[in-house]
């Protein structure tokens, strides 16, 4: 697992991996002995990879195995209770895993619902041979709908069910923050100047006994790095005032205070939270002996403390700080510091799954704002509402809010604030087929990420306005976008999201006819599955290699990777890729005149989709084969 | 602050101590008699009083939905029996029937008798009826009959073990064995008896005027899969309406476990099922009825050592924020307490922990499908099933509410129905959306 994610992807699973819900999932592998059912439910397969990874890691510090038994295809899932029933009682399994992932969107939903469908019925008799068989717990990894479909079909399994683990709403469905609560807004006019402070500091190194005056230039220029959101610049310069502060022994118990803060938000703006907590600890433990416990300093660095710890998924940790803060501002009457903490664990009770409890803090927190003109606390009322409302579905209520929002950050000049009101409005304008309107906001979004230097928000940007573009007939522009969508993600790192990138590219260039160009892409496409180890990825690539390939009448090369995409197929043991693969092979065969190969493969693949019930395949796979006769 | 080593082995004890899935036996410390609250009818009292008074033989049937501690409550019976002078035979009807088949008369005959031969080896291997089991005795009996049997060529050693499995788990094999001895039911009752008859003979020689109690437990999973569920659910119901008396043992107290639907497709016959523990009154308001409540809460102390419970939740008054919720279900219960312990980083808990395992067992009852909804709703208006017929559908879909303790069965004087306390508001929601004119003009859409 790892420590330190630097990409978007990553740190979504950083975050999983870091939850409340997943610690929970590891205690249980810690207390539990012998037999017991858990169900763990993932928004998409990747997940449960990481899942089974962390999952297996665990075991292995107290010497246990962990027994994948995942089905390679819906046909194994149908049957999963023969392996299941086999298991090895004498050896020193930890967890037997059977995890099979589809969302509701996938091509194939319907394949594997009817397959979780028949392997738990199947599965259901066995209740208390599987009680007898597995030593150890049997967990069922699915996207969320498989739980109805476990509760209904088998029935006497679910009665003696440990557990159930939604991993899904540890992450956002679409792009909106945590509200951060900062020194001073981005973009601040009265932000020191880095290069300035740093010279100034130049003057004093080497000079002893201005050791601690040295520490603070670096530390106010580190403060000018952060408002430029050059975050590593102003890690290095705090660092190296904390070194000088510490090593100095100094009783300047505020500049410590002020340089464990600005390293903290530097940090995690290089979205390094894990480090980012010692930090931040430090600055409230600071705090709290200068000022007290219910000063406004202690209440924000409290604050910042218990936002980083929610960011790491440290949810009930965070809550507990939240409510103390809560407590503390009450008693002070500070109600800016109350207004940050509803506002905060509205944010907890929305990834706890509780959104109308969440509503009703976000409400009292806009209540106050109001109450005292609080703009920035106002506009990040409106922001975190509106995602919840997106989020419920109730996407009228939630444009009105992010149109708020807007008008709240341009007066306030907030232009993270109002890119991310943009992107949200643009967001729910899609998803109502208004694509004009939205790509209109999409253009003043990217205009806002350019300038305050997102690349997060300029990644999705590009994505979204190409997927627009691409269904207008416009795929030379998307692909304009694709492209500098590719050159961020090598930047960012993020090699999941440049081999989706890549993928989004060829189908541009499919759409332009430039082929060549298709092919070497895919070409990299399938480099870079290797290099992840993407085998479905690589199925993919070289299937729609042998696409291109046959549209540029090289058909010898197309039959060669139809050969290599085959022989994936039947190691993943996917049946129903099996049978489009067969079924692009024929024309192939066709063009190359060989007919009885051409016949050959259109009859497996119309076996194999009658096999796998899927009609319209089938009929389209005969139809085929009947022009097939009448031109032969 | 954070947990100690010695909180980690506190939790993991109380954790394991909470298992919701393990069956208590007899004597076990964390047994709490909830049939002893007053005015709360004892099944088990129920069932030995049957058998009891009947001197000779009886018959004994006894259900409970998914959960509801049938397990432990028949084990409790045998005890109570064992320790008032009877032989108690027990029998695990799963390892003879497969439970995703149709099952007929013949089957049951031959298996009971199969089943109860075994149980009697295993108690005392020196009392035998005659000088060969009744797998044996029944192998002979086909071997003897004109039915070439294909399916079976076996060596004498292997025979019986071949035979239990055929009947088991070979389909066409059973059909046959169903097929000939639809035309012979007459002669295999009568030589099932006789076999009964036997045993008891051969007991009594050595064990002057014991009763003999048999219990076959588990015969009501049989419930068939997604393929057949209402052709082995017709199966069974129609075992019971036109075979019932052929279940009667001579000179055997047999005690059988049954599908809990039975009652509603056969209201007249007479079946033991266990209730939920009743928390509240079946009025309107729904008032605490405080010795379930307190009954649940002794069900939580007794997994406790001496302040245990006060070290997880700092007060032991907390322990109704799950007691309250479980629906008097033990296993819901014991879920909840999990959850929490899953969760803790500090002891006592925190009421976060709380919460968020209440919203964690909560989240597996739902989503709650539209039309399910409007049922429940009616149950928990009504206190009544709301049953609209005996269709195989109407009661397989109302049996699923019970099972997963959607809806709870509950007795004081008469039985009635409510929905579980976790499902209330959500229930409520989607009535009142359902009412709600919007929603009914999409309805046609």
Known sequence: ?632 | MALTLDDRAFLKQVYLNMDPNKALKPGDAFYEPIYDIHGCTDPVQLLYSGIDFSETESRQLFSGFRGSGKTTELLRLKKKLEDNGYLVLYSDALEYINPAEMIDISDLLIVLAGAFSDALEKVDPNIRATHESYWTRFLNYLNTTSVTMDEIKLTPVKDVVELKFALKDTPSFRQKVQLMMSNRLYELEAQVRKFFEDSVKAIRSQRPNQKIVFIFDQLEQIRGSLFNEREVISSVERLFRLHLDRLNLPYIHAVYTVPPWLKFVYPTVDVVILHTVRQWCNDPQRNHHEPGNACLSQVVNRRFEAGGLQRLLGSKDRTTQFTFLCGGHFRDLLRLFRGAIQRAQTLPITDEVIHASIVDVRSTFLPIAHDDALWLGKIAESRASGLPDTSPDSVSRFTRFLDTHFVLYLRNGEEWYDIHPLIRDEVERIVKSNASPQLALQMPL
Not at chain 1, 217 to 233: C, I, T, V
């Open chain 1, 1 to 632: 697992m790892k420590s330190d994610p630097t990409s978007r992807s990553e740190l979504r699973e950083f975050a999983l991996l870091r939850s409340d819900q997943w610690h929970a999932v590891l205690t249980h592998f810690d207390y539990n002995e012998g037999f017991s059912f858990g169900l763990i439910l993932v928004p998409e397969a990747a997940l449960a990879e990481q899942c089974r990874a962390a999952l297996s890691e665990h075991l292995a510090k107290s010497g246990k195995e962990l027994l994948d038994l995942s089905p390679p295809s819906a046909e194994a899932l149908r049957h999963i209770a023969n392996p299941l029933l086999s298991v090895d009682r004498n050896r020193n399994f930890g967890a037997v895993w059977v995890s099979a992932v589809v969302p509701t969107f996938h091509p194939e939903y319907e394949l594997w619902f009817a397959a979780w469908r028949e392997g738990f019925a199947r599965l259901n008799q066995y209740r208390n041979m599987l009680q007898r068989q597995i030593p150890c717990t049997l967990v069922f990894i699915g996207a969320a709908w498989v739980q109805a479909v476990v509760r209904t079909m088998a029935p006497d399994l679910w009665s003696v069910r440990s557990w159930v683990a939604p991993l899904v709403s540890a992450f956002p469905l679409h792009r909106s923050e945590r509200a951060k609560l900062e020194a001073g807004p981005v973009g601040s006019h009265d932000a020191p100047d880095p290069e300035f402070a740093l010279a100034e500091a130049n003057h004093l190194r080497g000079r002893a006994g201005q050791e601690v005056a040295l520490a603070r230039l670096l530390s106010r220029a580190g403060r000018g790095f952060l408002n430029r959101n050059e975050f590593e610049k102003a890690s290095e310069s705090f660092r190296e005032s904390l070194a000088l502060l510490i090593d100095a022994h100094t009783d300047e118990l505020a500049a410590l205070a002020d340089s464990y803060a600005g390293l903290a938000t530097a940090l995690e703006g290089l979205e390094r939270l894990e480090a980012a907590v010692q930090p931040r600890e430090e600055a409230l433990e600071l705090s709290r002996r200068l000022f007290g416990d219910t000063h406004e300093r202690t209440l924000t660095a409290m604050n910042k403390l218990a936002n980083t710890l929610a960011n790491l998924g440290r949810l009930e940790e965070a809550m507990v700080l939240y409510k103390t803060q809560e407590a503390l501002s009450f008693e002070s009457g500070n109600k800016l510091a109350l207004q940050w903490s509803y506002g905060n664990q509205g944010l907890v009770l929305r990834d706890w799954g509780r959104p109308e409890e969440a509503l009703e803090l976000l409400k009292k927190q806009m209540s106050i704002c109001l109450e005292l003109d609080h703009k920035e606390g106002l506009q990040r009322s409106y922001a975190n509402q509106a995602l919840l409302l997106q989020e419920s579905g109730r996407l009228e209520e939630a444009l009105d809010l992010l149109k708020k929002q807007e008008t709240l950050s341009l007066e306030l000049n907030d232009k993270s604030g109002l890119e991310r009101s943009y992107g949200n409005q643009a967001w729910v304008l899609k998803s109502w087929g208004r694509m004009e309107e939205a790509l209109n906001l999409l253009k003043k979004q990217e205009a806002l990420c350019v300038e305050i230097r997102d690349r997060h928000g300029l990644q999705w940007n590009y994505s979204t306005q190409a997927e627009i573009l691409r269904a207008w007939g416009r795929a030379e522009e998307g692909l304009g976008l694709l492209n500098k969508r590719e050159t961020l993600c090598l930047e960012l790192g993020d090699q999941d999201g440049l081999q989706w990138g890549y993928l989004g590219e060829v189908l541009c260039l499919q759409d332009l006819g430039r082929l060549d160009e298709a092919l070497a892409l895919l070409k990299k496409h399938e480099a870079l599955c290797l290099d992840l180890g993407l085998k479905d990825g690589l199925r993919r690539s070289y299937g729609s290699q042998a696409t291109t390939l046959r549209r540029l009448g090289r058909l010898e090369e197309a039959v060669s990777l139809r050969q290599k995409e085959e022989a994936l197929c039947l190691d993943l043991g996917d049946r129903a890729s099996l049978a489009l693969c067969y079924w692009n092979w024929a024309p192939v065969s066709e063009e190359q005149g060989d007919h009885d190969t051409a016949r050959q493969k259109l009859q497996t693949a119309m076996g194999i989709f009658a096999e796998l019930n899927m009609p319209e395949q089938r009929e389209a796979v005969q139809a085929a084969l009947d022009r097939l006769k009448t031109h032969t």
